[in-house]
């Protein structure tokens, strides 16, 4: 009953409707592909990726974004060769897991070095290099960026990673870094000024240990295989993102969008 007072209601103008329907052209029908993109933290490297976003243009190119926060790169590269999504944003873990094998490649980069900083508690002991002799450092999990940063910063402080330190896998670092799960940690922007306001000491850049490219976007190569279009399209949408963010004109915007993903300071986010 209620289809039939519908189409005498609609009259002239259902040759339209079934037109409209037919093309995709109506609203009610949406034939936007859903679209799971992996991400092991919430971090500001990725701006680019959350400017597109919530500028609509990954939608423009037909596709609807869904984030699926998983703990640890290494998990969210065996999500992407599992084909339980098409994208994560764990590029440093990405490139490893490519380079141990797995069937995925890292295909865009827009941060190409590290800005994490290893910071320590002065209060559970630590105020020097040297005092991390026979503490715990936490990293987001075993194998993960971090954890292979922590280990070179370590080296570079002339510390042996296996004997001198405890490194924990604890997911999100500055939780466990603030509740002294852990007496130091690597941490970056805004955990870092929150971390000097709270007296942690600065011990090492992680930028001068080591040299790589931290964000980005993996995939696996079935997906290349079989969907390049959809690679393409995915990749354009983000690199319109970039755009935005790189173009001064657009400052105070960025701001406010780095203050939104991450609950920075807006002062720390234009920092």
Known sequence: ???????????????????????????????????????????????????????????DEGMQVKD???????????????????????????????????????????????????????????????DLKGKRVGVTGLGSTTYYAARKVLERMDLDADKDVRILSVGDIWPALVGGSVEAGLIRPPFTNMAEKMGMVRLAYVGDAIQMPMSGLVTSEKLIEEQP??????IRSTVNGLRVFRDRKNEAESIAALSRVTKMDPEVAKQ
């Open 1 to 59: 009953m209620t289809s039939m007072i519908l189409i005498k209601k609609l009259g002239s103008a259902l040759p339209l409707v079934i037109f409209l329907a037919l093309s995709g052209l109506w609203t009610g029908a949406s034939s936007a592909q859903e679209i799971l993109v992996a991400h092991p933290a919430l971090t500001f490297g990725d701006i680019p990726y959350y400017i597109a976003k919530e500028k609509g243009f990954y939608r």
């Open 68 to 130: 699926l926060y998983i703990r640890g790169g290494v998990t969210a590269s065996q999500a992407l060769q599992a084909g339980s999504v098409h994208f994560t944003l764990a590029l440093g873990t990405g490139v490893r897991a490519a380079l141990s094998g797995m069937n995925i490649k890292a295909v865009m980069v827009y941060c190409d070095k590290p800005y994490h900083f290893l910071y320590g508690r002065p209060d559970l002991g630590v105020r020097s290099a040297a």
């Open 229 to 234: 279009d959809l690679v393409r399209r995915f």
